[in-house]
């Protein structure tokens, strides 16, 4: 068993999070610690996590195991980890990963400063895999970090939008009732068919429930079914709730779980996952301006319908926005996009999501040459280039001006659509380009 390397210091919650449900997350673990402290004598509730990446993604149907594949340049299990590392209460989170992928998860773990993270090597299936993470939390060796826990979660990999709600559900029930799991109706209806082709029978969709990721366990209950468990049911089976049963007589509770925990299997489900991470990052805007009389940064941050002037920028980076629009009034070029650059490589903002950054001008045509101006604003392509390397996209809008009411309101309404769908799409096409409203 072998510890992830560590990483730099970096916020306490790693990016924003993707369930959207921040406020429901932070009750929910204030919750759970409540809980503990509540039960006098007793020492809080030592939760560990266990996450099975050893599969090599033959239903996606490219060369790259599922789990690290790349979404918007960074491996989906990488996403993974972050909504588990966001649950203060998980003490820790074993992966197990094949031999040949050790050192490629290693970098992954520096490269994204995941915490708490502890790396096993996957067996030959997957039960095999789940089974060695335990393995690695039962046993007490020396110089190990590792503590066996009480309660034990397995989760896969590739389900990177769980909830530290539906986390908090399965663990409270599993320390009731010993196992505990997350189900969805289904979709279809299942069937069986006979062994010449036809169809046998099909079950009662409304009666059934597909069995879904979190799954929690008193850690003594499923230790015994894995030490029990079959070659067979070791080779062959998928069901970590059945084993319980099986082998340790113990009914697991099941909770409804959300829609968000699908599991990414097949290569659409890589754009769809790109999708939901676009659209929950590009939920807030922060607006630079230079206008202020005492020359410091006035700041508006937009979320949806919400508007909160003059807000402190520091603080803001700190939230994890990871939209920016500069808008540059007072000054003949980008001095205040420079200096929103530079702040924003300082904070180690962009090494998990790319930090889109709009640099917006007004050019006055009266006063300025059209070309005097392109010429200064041409830096921005350079600038780009620099950034770019920190995963911070940069383009510039150009809005000429004075124009007459109509036509100004015109081409703010443009530029509004281009910083839009730049912000929404992560279009990578776009950085370094100057566009013109």
Known sequence: MERGPPGSSRPTEPGPCLSGQRGADQAASASLQSAARARPGRHPLAVAAVLPAGGCGERMGVPTPKQFCPILGRPLISYTLQALERVCWIKD?????????????KSIIQKYQHKRISLVEAGVTRHRSIFNGLKALAEDQLNC??????????????????????????????????AAGAIRPLVSTVISPSADGC???????????????PQAFL????????????????????????LALKYCCTKAKLVEGSPDLWKVTYKRDLYAAESIIKERISQEICVVTDTKEDNKHHVKVTSEALCHAGRDLQKIILDQCYNFVCVNVMTSDFQETQKLLSMLEESNLSILYPVVVVSVHF??????????????????????????KRNIWLCGLLISYPQDEQKLQESLREGAIIIASLIKERNSGLIGQLLIA
């Open 93 to 105: 989170i074993v992966v197990a990963v094949t031999g040949e992928n050790m050192e490629v998860m």
């Open 145 to 178: 970090k590792l503590s066996k826990p009480e309660i034990v979660i397995i989760h896969d990999a590739v389900r990177p939008f769980v909830e530290e709600d539906i986390l908090l559900k399965v663990v409270t029930a599993a320390k009731e009732h010993g």
């Open 199 to 213: 169809l046998d029978h099909s079950l009662e969709r409304a009666r059934h429930r597909a069995s879904e990721m």
């Open 219 to 242: 850690f003594d209950v499923i230790y015994e079914a894995y030490q029990q468990c079959s070659d067979c049911d070791l080779e062959f089976g998928t069901e970590c709730l059945q």
């Open 363 to 388: 050019l006055d045509f009266k006063l300025v040459p059209p070309s005097q101006k392109m010429e200064n604003l041409m830096l921005i392509r350079e600038c780009a280039k620099e950034v770019k």
